[in-house]
């Protein structure tokens, strides 16, 4: 009866993820006001005291006189992102200062709470964050490094490592390293590219971890089990990547009911700054500290039974 209930509640959720799919954006951005303003600002640059150069079109943009760069495909689709990413912004500013005289509480866009930008910075607080998280993962895969390199014994006839996970903790740290480097950049600038570089390095952190997790559990040290362990998760997260990156992602219907698990804890953005999952980023920092000591008790645990079996 447990897993048939579970199952009857999962179904439940993606139904109710397909039913939210039928309406697109969230609660801000089909404001009409919002809108409204979004259209005059990306047509005339100007939002109130504010005006965005990038908006501006080259009758106006004295920004960068008509240079031969002003042509180049690139520079524009890059300004043209600028534009819509600054308008989205302002505007999303204005409509809250406007809901907030009204005694009304705020709403997201685009599905995000309004954040206070700092410079180009668009989540700031998510930003150092996630560049704190990648800072542990480095000083922790330096020490494990140390660790196994220096400080243990290395075996007499290779002067390799006795710990036979030792590549597969490198491989880890890149990985980990090269998601918080990623989720850094998207929370500073979130555009079309800098989000599905996010999702894809998550994903692939997630589908490794999986992996390593599964061979360190089951103690699997012969490399023809590890690939074959490995083979289906690999598949699987290089087709989950491939269809992030080249497929147009519904994220309602998708994370519909996955978010509908998480309301209960979500909250708009405390002082402008401080939400959810910005809190969620914090937790993790001294988790990373607890779980590369993990990885180095593991290390120094495993290279004295190797060694005690040797002697």
Not at 9 to 29: F, H, I
Not at 130 to 136: E, F, H, P, R
Not at 200 to 208: D, K, P
Not at 218 to 240: C, G, Q, S, W, Y
């Amino acid at each position: 009866m447990g897993g048939s209930g579970w199952i009857v509640r999962l179904a439940s959720l993606l139904a109710l993820g397909l039913v939210l799919g039928s309406a697109e954006g969230s609660l801000g951005d089909a404001d009409p006001r919002y809108r409204t303003c979004l259209k005059e600002c990306q047509t005339t640059g100007i939002i109130g005291d504010n005006i965005i150069s990038h908006c501006q079109n080259k009758e106006n943009d004295t920004s960068v006189g008509g240079s031969w760069y002003d042509q180049e495909q690139i520079y524009m689709q890059w300004k043209q992102l600028n534009c819509r990413t600054d308008c989205r912004y302002f505007c999303m500013m204005q409509r809250e200062g406007e809901r907030q005289s009204l005694g009304m509480t705020p709403v997201k866009y685009h599905g995000k709470w309004p954040f206070l930008r700092i410079s180009v910075f668009q989540e700031p607080l998510s930003t150092a964050l996630s560049a704190i998280n990648l800072l542990m993962h480095f000083t922790g895969w330096i020490s494990f490094f140390l660790l196994v390199k220096y400080k243990l014994p290395l075996r007499p006839q290779t002067k390799r490592t006795y710990y036979e996970y030792t590549s597969l903790w490198h491989i880890y740290a890149i990985l980990s390293m090269n998601a918080w480097f990623w989720s850094s950049i998207f929370h500073t600038r979130d555009i079309d590219l800098t989000e599905k570089l996010d999702y894809s390095s998550a994903v692939a952190l997630l589908g490794y971890s999986l992996i390593l997790s599964l061979l360190r559990a089951f103690n699997v040290k012969d490399e023809a089990t590890r690939v074959m362990f490995a083979a289906p998760i690999l598949a699987f997260v290089t087709t989950h990547i491939l269809y992030l990156n080249f497929y147009e992602l519904d994220y309602v219907v998708f994370g519909g009911s996955l978010a509908m698990l998480l309301e209960l804890y979500d909250f708009p953005p405390y002082m402008g700054y401080a939400d959810a999952h910005s809190l969620w980023h914090a937790s993790t920092i001294p988790l990373t500290y607890v779980w590369w000591s993990f990885i180095k008790d593991d290390a120094e645990f495993r290279t004295s039974m190797l060694i005690k079996k040797a002697k």
